[in-house]
């Protein structure tokens, strides 16, 4: 995975990492376009709104605050994460987390931490959040690259936000104690999962895609930090990069960059389409 250069490629990684925002009843879909270093926002009403951040920035993906009030946004180009109120676009605070490559920020599920991370410098920030008081403080560090031999991509958060589950630069995954920022584990992964991760709704499972060879599907098990791969699809793709769930997880949609497609697993089968 390196910097995607071009609009046509740019249009593709946010078809993998959009993300619903809960701001207004309308509903929202806010997307980054790297390349022009953009935020658009398409509303109910089928209105694109186009956001500019500062020059250089190259935001890269968009996560939210449990209630949806506030995005993080990450930046490749800056290494700036920008905390955004969803209601009225306001930028409320600009942290810098390093020369570049901030990559993907994940709220915990009660919204009082974030963990930021960086697969060039290998660093994964932890990052205290007060709403109520529009305050967001970076406490604690983890050299991600140190203590697992890569670097962090992204992140998903037990149901408790007791223990995160960061993928690496590379193949694995890393398991994190939040409270000490400590590595407790890695999990190996045929490929790299890349922001290949989407949490069920009641927290239990973790659904996980991995790069190697022509795809691979596993379910983590946040109980018992199981990871456990479902080899009844066979051939998915090469070169799989992005993971949403359908509403009712039935569907998992994954994107596929390199040929430009959405490939769909049947989770109540093991089709692929």
Known sequence: MGPIHGTRMAILLALALVTPAAANDGGEIWITAQNTSLRKILNGNRHLETVPLAAGAEPHTITFSPDGSYAYVSNLGDGNLVVVRAQDRWVVTTINLGPNWTHHTQPSPDGSVLLSANPMTGMLTKIAADEEAQAWTPVAALNVKAAAGLGPVCVAFRPDGQRAYVTLFGPGIAVVDVATMTVIG????????????????????????????????????????????????????????????????????????????????????????
């Open 186 to 273: 890695t999990l190996p992964t045929a490929g790299g999962v890349v922001c290949g991760l989407a949490n069920s709704k009641d927290g239990r499972t973790i659904f996980v895609i991995a790069n190697g060879g022509t795809g691979h599907f596993y379910r983590l098990d946040t109980m018992t930090d199981t990871l456990t791969e479902d080899t009844s699809y066979g051939s998915i793709a090469s070169g799989i990069h992005g993971l949403i769930m359908s509403a009712n997880e039935k569907r998992a949609f994954i994107t596929v960059p390199n040929s430009e497609e959405v490939k769909v697993l049947n989770l109540d089968g093991n089709e692929v389409s």
